[in-house]
């Protein structure tokens, strides 16, 4: 089955211990995102990659970090989380070649940075 | 600075109703604008998506018209259905920045019985 997996769905942690998200896709895209979703402001974009090795800030970037070492994975790191980015984040690949259209999207992870 | 504007915020629509979600964008070098349904605890999903060169797109009881000198595109839900309750959000994309995605901040659809 086509999906993209994240890892955990929940994850509840402390100020400033180093935690990563985990985003895995089956498809072969070469596109992959990831975004954090907060009541009444949407879904922002928080890193992109167009390909491996190839990785770009999105409008929200400061706090986070993200690898493409290979082209199914593009985990999300916090090295050292505040409360404010107690989010639901939400990692995202792409159908068309090289592009961020028609985005498959995660079922989400849940962080609470207490 | 908000690149898309969605309104409204909330919608409450009886059944065999029309929806319509509006957004405005800014950027006129934009040339991908889909929108996304979300159901509680999901991800997003894509729902339909347009470009700028046409004003209409229909996939069953869902259209977007697309107006480009207003900057602004409109999705339209006909005969809506409670299963269509979801939290919809319009995007915009491409253009010099190909890889970023703009989301507006989403609209939440009551359909009721």
């Known amino acids: 089955e086509a999906q993209v997996t994240q890892n955990p769905r929940y994850l509840i942690t402390v100020t400033g211990k180093k935690l990563t998200v985990t985003c895995s896709q089956n498809?072969?895209?070469?596109?992959m995102s990831w975004y954090r979703q907060d009541p009444g402001l949407g879904l922002r974009q928080i890193y992109y990659?167009?390909?491996?090795?190839?990785?770009d800030k999105g409008d929200v970037p400061e706090g986070y970090k993200v690898s493409r070492k290979e082209k199914r994975n593009f985990p999300l790191i916090l090295e050292s989380p505040s409360p404010n980015q107690t989010s639901l984040y939400f990692c995202?690949?792409?159908?068309?070649?090289?592009?961020?259209?028609?985005?498959?999207f995660g079922s989400g992870t849940q962080l609470s940075v207490l | 600075q908000q690149q898309v504007k969605q309104s409204p915020q909330s919608l409450i629509v009886q059944k065999g109703g029309i929806s319509i979600i509006n957004c405005a964008y800014e950027?006129?070098?934009?040339?991908?604008f889909p929108w996304y349904q979300q159901f509680p605890g999901k991800g997003p999903a894509l729902l339909i998506a347009?470009?700028?060169?046409?004003s209409e797109k229909k996939e069953g009881r869902f259209t977007i018209s697309f107006n480009k000198s207003a900057k602004q595109f409109s999705l339209h839900i006909m005969d809506s259905q409670p299963g269509d309750s979801a939290t919809y959000f319009c995007?915009?994309?491409?253009?010099?920045?190909?890889?970023?995605?703009?989301f507006g901040d989403g609209t939440t659809l009551t359909v009721k019985p």
């Open positions: 990659s167009m390909n491996v090795e190839v990785t």
């Open positions: 995202a690949s792409s159908l068309f070649l090289g592009t961020n259209e028609k985005l498959f």
């Open positions: 347009i470009r700028p060169d046409v």
């Open positions: 995007a915009a994309s491409g253009g010099t920045n190909a890889g970023k995605s703009t």
């Open positions: 950027n006129t070098a934009f040339d991908y």
């Open positions: 498809m072969n895209h070469e596109y």
